[in-house]
Nanobody, 116 residues
Framework: QVHLVESGGGLVQAGGSLRLSCAAT????????INWYRQAPGKQRELVAS???????DYSDSVKGRFSLSRDNAKSTMYLQMNSLKPEDTAVYYC??????????WGQGTQVTVSS
């Protein structure tokens, strides 16, 4: 069992920055990758960033060059640094742990609102 808790969302003006956190507890060794998704009202869920256990990050074209992933293994926490935010980045952001055959474990989500 892996439990994820996101934090760090909020309201920011366009061009601003936020850093989201995803803290993991439980059977962390089972985590193959951490994926960050977002879902805006009326839109499909979008995968925006991911990082495998080896530390290789990957980003969607919509956020590449603006968002970056990092992690603190000692705190079992991954961070999504979001810079140059745009109103279209407004969404609920989720982190999810890929547990392979055990499926995924999801956090509760954190709201990010970017005002123009």
């Amino acid at each position: 069992q892996v439990h994820l808790v996101e934090s760090g969302g909020g309201l920011v003006q366009a061009g601003g920055s936020l850093r989201l956190s995803c803290a993991a507890t439980g059977s962390i060794s089972r985590i193959i990758a951490i994926n960050w998704y977002r879902q805006a009202p009326g839109k499909q869920r979008e995968l925006v960033a991911s990082m495998t256990g080896g530390g290789t990050p990957d980003y969607s074209d919509s956020v590449k060059g603006r968002f970056s992933l990092s992690r603190d293994n000692a705190k079992s926490t991954m961070y999504l640094q979001m810079n140059s935010l745009k109103p279209e980045d407004t969404a609920v952001y989720y982190c999810a742990a890929d547990l392979g055959t055990l499926g995924d474990s999801w956090g509760q989500g954190t709201q990010v609102t970017v005002s123009s």
